[in-house]
């Protein structure tokens, strides 16, 4: 009916723990009372027969179905006693004779030794009913508690559950819940004024959030446009010597890696669609054009980069987070490999780039995703990699770097951790 964490199970549970152990300390207190008192009148009718009987010249005990009476004078040994009886001193009994229970009553008067004996076989007879009743009224008030315990847990949460539907239901740009009937004087009425008062904060902050993107969408890419097609037009310009192409490349390629990563960030401050809402992207398609991207950067060093299909899986994924995720990779192994290989090897499943670099040393390795966090062979500012974490945690992916200090590092993206 609910779950055994929720406030409704806690409170039901508690009520009928409540109730058990009420209902049983009452129970075990009224049938040691009713036994104490049932010996007690015990006692006192064998006082009373006793008294009755001994006053007579010559005690005549008492032959009842439930009493019996015996005498002992002193010094005398020869009387008809149970064995049990005659090594008792004065005093109140429960004594096993013959196999029969007895409440025994033993008194001094006259120079004579009294044996009061009572049948208690009705009275255990009573006390066991007694008993039934007892464990009956015990579970009575465990089920009863527990019944009143839920009952008064859906009366008390329901106003909470109302609350929690509503602010579930809400979309992130209300300002009010919009909840008259929780707005009482009451703890959950403080509550839901709370809430109010904190979504009024939050639709301000996404009016500012909003701003800011849709200002900064505008402001960078207006004159990265602009750059790029002043690039484009000096790229034309076949009189220009090679070192000037050269360096108007480097610009081209730093202008267009900045309007993707505007886009990566500008996609990244949206809130997150569902994975059925986005366009599938060909995994393949990115591998290649983000190795072709960064041929620059292998120059002349003796790199060989390879990419190695097991399988060519599509991802629902916006492609310019993943073409940052790759890129920023790719990038990281070809900055700290001198000589060697980087391969991309690309599974139903996972995505792996390995490389025979100079690799991280352990505390590098332990921190290498945390944000702005430089390693000693860094010269980046420590942000691509926490972005490359932040987009996999936007997806669900799990990503694991493996490195030895001087034999390379390999970072592998698992696509689907279930």
Same mark, same amino acid.
């Given at each position: 009916?609910?779950?055994?964490?929720?406030?409704?199970?806690?409170?039901?549970?508690?009520?009928? &723990?409540? %109730?058990?152990?009420?209902?049983?300390?009452?129970?075990?207190?009224?049938?040691?009372?009713?036994?104490?008192?049932? !010996?007690?009148?015990?006692?006192?009718?064998?006082?009373?027969?006793?008294?009755?009987?001994?006053?007579?010249?010559?005690?005549?005990?008492?032959?009842?179905?439930?009493?019996?009476?015996?005498?002992?004078?002193?010094?005398?040994?020869?009387?008809?006693?149970?064995?049990?009886?005659?090594?008792?001193?004065?005093?109140?009994?429960?004594?096993?004779?013959?196999?029969?229970?007895?409440?025994?009553?033993?008194?001094?008067?006259?120079?004579?030794?009294?044996?009061?004996?009572?049948?208690?076989?009705?009275? !255990?007879?009573?006390?066991?009913?007694?008993?039934?009743?007892?464990?009956?009224?015990?579970?009575?008030?465990?089920?009863?508690?527990?019944?009143?315990?839920?009952?008064?847990?859906?009366?008390?949460?329901?106003?909470?559950?109302?609350?929690?539907?509503?602010?579930?239901?809400?979309?992130?740009?209300?300002?009010?819940?919009?909840?008259?009937?929780?707005?009482?004087?009451?703890?959950?009425?403080?509550?839901?004024?709370?809430?109010?008062?904190?979504?009024?904060?939050?639709?301000?902050?996404?009016?500012?959030?909003?701003?800011?993107?849709?200002?900064?969408? !505008?402001?960078?890419?207006?004159?990265?446009?602009?750059?790029?097609?002043?690039?484009?037009?000096?790229?034309?310009?076949?009189?220009?010597?090679?070192?000037?192409?050269?360096?108007?490349?480097?610009? !081209?390629?730093?202008?267009?890696?900045?309007?993707?990563?505007? %886009?990566?960030?500008?996609?990244?401050?949206?809130?997150?669609?569902?994975?059925?809402?986005? &366009?599938?992207?060909?995994?393949?398609?990115?591998?290649?054009?983000?190795?072709?991207?960064?041929?620059?950067?292998?120059?002349?060093?003796?790199?060989?980069?390879?990419?190695?299909?097991?399988?060519?899986?599509?991802?629902?994924? @916006?492609?310019?987070?993943?073409?940052?995720?790759?890129?920023?990779?790719?990038?990281?192994?070809?900055?700290?490999?001198?000589?060697?290989?980087?391969?991309?090897?690309?599974?139903? @499943?996972?995505?792996?780039?390995?490389?025979?670099?100079?690799?991280?040393?352990?505390?590098?390795?332990?921190?290498?995703?945390?944000?702005?966090?430089?390693?000693?062979?860094?010269?980046?500012?420590?942000?691509?990699?926490?972005?490359?974490?932040?987009?996999?945690?936007?997806?669900?992916?799990?990503?694991?770097?493996?490195?030895?200090?001087?034999?390379?590092?390999?970072?592998?993206?698992?696509?689907?951790?279930?």
């Amino acid at each position: 009916m609910f779950q055994t964490n929720s406030l409704r199970f806690r409170v039901a549970i508690f009520y009928a &723990l409540f %109730g058990a152990v009420v209902s049983i300390t009452l129970s075990i207190s009224a049938y040691f009372t009713v036994q104490a008192i049932g !010996h007690r009148l015990m006692d006192d009718t064998l006082r009373e027969e006793l008294r009755e009987h001994s006053d007579e010249p010559k005690f005549d005990p008492p032959k009842t179905v439930s009493i019996k009476g015996y005498a002992l004078s002193m010094g005398e040994s020869g009387a008809i006693i149970p064995s049990e009886l005659k090594q008792l001193s004065p005093g109140s009994y429960n004594l096993n004779i013959a196999n029969n229970d007895y409440r025994v009553l033993v008194l001094d008067k006259n120079g004579t030794r009294y044996f009061m004996t009572f049948d208690t076989k009705q009275q !255990h007879i009573r006390e066991a009913m007694f008993l039934r009743y007892v464990v009956i009224f015990a579970i009575f008030m465990t089920l009863g508690s527990a019944a009143g315990g839920l009952w008064l847990a859906v009366r008390i949460t329901a106003p909470i559950s109302r609350l929690a539907k509503q602010v579930a239901q809400a979309k992130p740009g209300a300002a009010d819940l919009s909840l008259p009937n929780l707005k009482g004087n009451d703890e959950v009425g403080e509550l839901a004024r709370a809430f109010d008062r904190y979504l009024r904060r939050l639709h301000e902050f996404i009016d500012r959030e909003n701003c800011f993107t849709s200002d900064v969408s !505008h402001e960078l890419r207006t004159p990265l446009a602009i750059i790029l097609g002043s690039i484009e037009v000096l790229e034309l310009d076949n009189t220009l010597p090679q070192k000037q192409k050269e360096r108007i490349a480097r610009i !081209h390629r730093a202008a267009q890696d900045m309007n993707k990563l505007t %886009g990566a960030l500008l996609l990244m401050a949206r809130e997150q669609q569902q994975a059925a809402d986005e &366009l599938p992207c060909r995994v393949t398609d990115v591998l290649h054009s983000c190795v072709e991207n960064h041929q620059y950067l292998i120059a002349e060093r003796p790199i060989r980069m390879e990419v190695e299909l097991i399988a060519e899986p599509d991802l629902h994924i @916006e492609r310019p987070l993943l073409e940052i995720v790759v890129g920023n990779l790719i990038r990281n192994a070809l900055y700290h490999t001198k000589s060697g290989f980087v391969l991309l090897r690309l599974e139903a @499943e996972r995505l792996t780039i390995q490389d025979t670099g100079v690799g991280m040393r352990p505390e590098d390795l332990a921190r290498a995703m945390d944000r702005y966090y430089k390693g000693a062979m860094s010269a980046g500012s420590g942000v691509g990699l926490s972005l490359v974490k932040r987009i996999c945690d936007r997806y669900s992916w799990r990503i694991t770097l493996n490195s030895q200090e001087g034999l390379g590092t390999t970072a592998v993206i698992a696509f689907f951790t279930g």
